[in-house]
């Protein structure tokens, strides 16, 4: 595709239930990361894949959080049991490779979740 | 893990005016870009520059990996540059972008 989409725009849902969120990343690319934004912050990282395995998750807050790249290109990022500061805007990225000079990285528009 | 700082965190400008936006870093870097964050949350490359300079239209940056600060340079600003502009680094150890915490930049007509 054009960009980088994720799906669904919005997603509210009550505590304790479960989620997906979902990334089609920008075609091509390898590379695909998961980041976080509260309100009046900047994105934090989550979770990044190389191909399909999770080359870095070491931004997960707990063990409720789990992404999943099964074929290298679409991920999904699955949240347990959530709870109301899981609330957040979940945004995915992707760049063509993680080699230096060719890691530019390429932001959807975002998952708002709401949890009540 | 890195630290990094933008700065002002707040501007109102005329439009027409200029401006430079300022991101320290507190560690090497890989990669740095430079994002707008449109109303509507859609963040938006503007550059990708992890040394040099580089121009597009009204918009330049220059990264000084050595000394780790990077600048954003807005001239002749219109209001559809508000918004918050962010400046993300990747350090030399991981692939992971690490975010300030961003410049929120009003343009007024």
């Known amino acids: 595709g054009a960009g980088v989409s994720q799906t669904p725009s919005n997603k509210v849902t009550e505590k304790g239930k479960y989620v997906e969120l979902r990334c089609d990343p920008i075609s091509g690319h390898t590379a695909l990361y998961w980041y976080r934004q509260s309100l009046g912050q900047g994105p934090e990282f989550l979770i990044y894949?190389?191909?399909?395995?999770?080359?870095?998750d070491s931004g997960l807050p707990n063990d409720r959080f789990f992404a999943v790249r099964p074929e290298g290109s679409v991920s999904t990022l699955k949240i347990q049991r959530t709870e109301r500061g899981d609330s957040a805007v979940y945004l995915c990225?992707?760049?063509?490779?993680?080699?230096?000079?060719?890691?530019?990285?390429?932001f959807g528009p975002g998952t708002r979740l709401t949890v009540l | 893990g890195i630290q990094v700082e933008q700065s002002p965190p707040d501007l109102i400008l005329q439009e027409g005016a200029n401006s430079t936006l300022r991101c320290n870093f507190s560690?090497?870097?890989?990669?740095l870009q430079w994002f707008h964050q449109n109303p509507w949350g859609q963040l938006i490359n503007l550059f990708y520059?992890?040394?040099g300079t580089k121009q597009n239209g009204r918009l330049s940056a220059t990264t000084v990996a050595t000394e780790r600060y990077s600048l954003l340079y807005i001239s002749s600003s219109q209001t559809t540059d508000s918004g918050v502009y962010f400046c993300a680094v990747e350090m030399n150890t991981g692939n992971q972008f690490y975010f300030g915490t961003g410049t929120s930049l009003t343009v007024i007509p």
């Open positions: 520059i992890p040394s």
């Open positions: 894949f190389q191909g399909t395995g999770a080359a870095d």
């Open positions: 560690d090497s870097v890989n990669n």
């Open positions: 990225a992707s760049s063509l490779t993680v080699a230096a000079g060719v890691d530019e990285q390429f």
